[in-house]
T-cell receptor
Framework: AQKVTQAQTEISVVEKEDVTLDCVYE???????LFWYKQPPSGELVFLIR????DEQNEISGRYSWNFQKSTSSFNFTITASQVVDSAVYFC?????????????WGLGTSLAVNP | DVKVTQSSRYLVKRTGEKVFLECVQD?????MFWYRQDPGLGLRLIYF???????EKGDIPEGYSVSREKKERFSLILESASTNQTSMYLC?????????????FGNGTRLTVT
């Protein structure tokens, strides 16, 4: 069965610390996509990144980086030198080619608080 | 930039009322979605639509219906609101037929049913 697990419900860090948000997924498909979304206090979920199952290259975008490892079925998200504006709920999600192709399987989210 | 607009940010309704939540997107997206978000339960899909007048049930459709008469507008209807439908409702849209299209979300409607 498909599943996305974000084991960390809440994380609290002090500004400038590095923080990693974990995402572990389960799927039987060989073709799938993984996503990260950010939900700041304003409420609107914002798309951050998409990764397909055939591309295990790590991705870096400014202070954000993503580590995709098929061997451990993980797609972890690291924020380097965190800032207060990074405070948000972060969701990991999975989309499979073989399933209903417009449905995403969501993790429950990790609430990140970055304190000054 | 894609804009998804939900008609109300906050809504308070009484038990038994018929409630309409409206969502409009301005990027000609084929797919539109309604989710509800509750603490500890994450995002749960209520209904989605992949074309005008087309709809499919999501994971929790009971107590809800939807309408998509125009491509840009997707309405969520609570036929007879109940207190267990108090929640944050999120509308989203995405393009094309592919399963890998990112979702674009509105700001959400926080509905309270008393």
């Amino acid at each position: 069965a498909q599943k996305v697990t974000q084991a960390q419900t809440e994380i609290s860090v002090v500004e400038k610390e590095d923080v990693t948000l974990d995402c572990v997924y389960e799927t039987r498909d060989t073709t799938y996509y993984l996503f990260w979304y950010k939900q700041p206090p304003s409420g609107e979920l914002v798309f951050l990144i998409r990764r397909n199952s055939f591309d295990e290259q790590n991705e870096i975008s400014g202070r954000y980086s993503w580590n995709f490892q098929k061997s451990t079925s993980s797609f972890n998200f690291t924020i380097t030198a965190s800032q207060v504006v990074d405070s948000a709920v972060y969701f990991c999600a999975l989309s499979e080619a073989g399933g209903n192709n417009r449905k995403l399987i969501w993790g429950l989210g990790t609430s990140l608080a970055v304190n000054p | 930039d894609v804009k998804v607009t939900q008609s109300s940010r906050y809504l308070v309704k009484r038990t038994g009322e018929k409630v309409f939540l409206e969502c409009v997107q301005d990027m000609d997206h084929e797919n539109m979605f309604w989710y509800r978000q509750d603490p500890g339960l994450g995002l749960r899909l209520i209904y989605f639509s992949y074309d005008v007048k087309m709809k499919e049930k999501g994971d929790i459709p009971e107590g809800y219906s939807v309408s998509r008469e125009k491509k840009e507008r997707f309405s969520l209807i609570l036929e007879s609101a109940s207190t267990n439908q108090t929640s944050m409702y999120l509308c989203a849209s995405s393009s094309g037929q592919k399963y890998n299209s990112p979702l674009h979300f509105g700001n959400g409607t926080r509905l309270t049913v008393t």
